[in-house]
T-cell receptor, first 116, second 113 residues
């Protein structure tokens, strides 16, 4: 398996523009997570899905952020409009929950977003 | 709720020195604990995990961690670090009643050749 695939790897955009980050989880995994990593705040969970359904979006900073998972193999994180403070590395991760027991989460390479 | 705390923010060691990074978890029933590593510019990778059984867990690249229930700790150790161990290390625990991972703030390790 190729692992969790994120695109793009780097994104530079101007303030006010819409940004869409993409993630393909590992096939067969039933959980998908979006994390944001910054120097100031460390690693923060933004939202996670179980079987394509959003379970907890309490980490989404504000209404400018939205995430979708239209099917088991694809998810997007959208920021509209983007602001300089959104600059961070965004990680997608997926995992398989076996019999209600946690297994490890596998992370993608991340998308480094710079909003100027 | 389950959470973890890492008190060492930045650790600097010379090669061949021994390493111990602290991780304390909050009590919450069944404990599953993880250590992840993030090499510079890369994504998080699993180093080791504890679910049950032997409290001394061995992971990749010579790392190990010991689950000490009485101390609510899951410290990461390595007897002799290498320059290539320079990275950020995260302790993590699944949140109670939810199916996501709570990560500690991370410890940056710098190994000087």
């Amino acid at each position: 398996d190729a692992g969790v695939i994120q695109s793009p790897r780097h994104e530079v955009t101007e303030m006010g523009q819409e940004v869409t980050l993409r993630c393909k989880p590992i096939s067969g995994h039933d959980y998908l997570f979006w994390y944001r990593q910054t120097m100031m705040r460390g690693l923060e969970l933004l939202i996670y899905f179980n079987n394509n359904v959003p379970i907890d979006d309490s980490g989404m900073p504000e209404d400018r952020f939205s995430a979708k998972m239209p099917n088991a193999s694809f998810s997007t994180l959208k920021i509209q409009p983007s602001e300089p403070r959104d600059s961070a590395v965004y990680f997608c991760a997926s995992s398989l929950n076996r019999q209600s027991r946690w297994t490890e989460a596998f992370f993608g390479q991340g998308t480094r977003l710079t909003v100027v | 709720a389950q959470s973890v705390s890492q008190h060492n923010h930045h650790v600097i060691l010379s090669e061949a020195a021994s390493l111990e990074l602290g991780c304390n978890y909050s009590y919450g029933g069944t404990v599953n604990l993880f250590w992840y590593v993030q090499y510079p510019g890369q994504h998080l990778q699993l180093l080791l995990k504890y679910f049950s059984g032997d409290p001394l867990v061995k992971g990749i690249k010579g790392f190990e961690a010991e689950f000490i229930k009485s101390k609510f700790s899951f410290n990461l150790r390595k007897p002799s670090v290498q320059w290539s161990d320079t990275a950020e290390y995260f302790c993590a625990v699944p949140t109670l009643g939810a199916n996501n991972l709570f990560f500690g703030t991370g410890t940056r390790l710098t190994v000087i050749p």
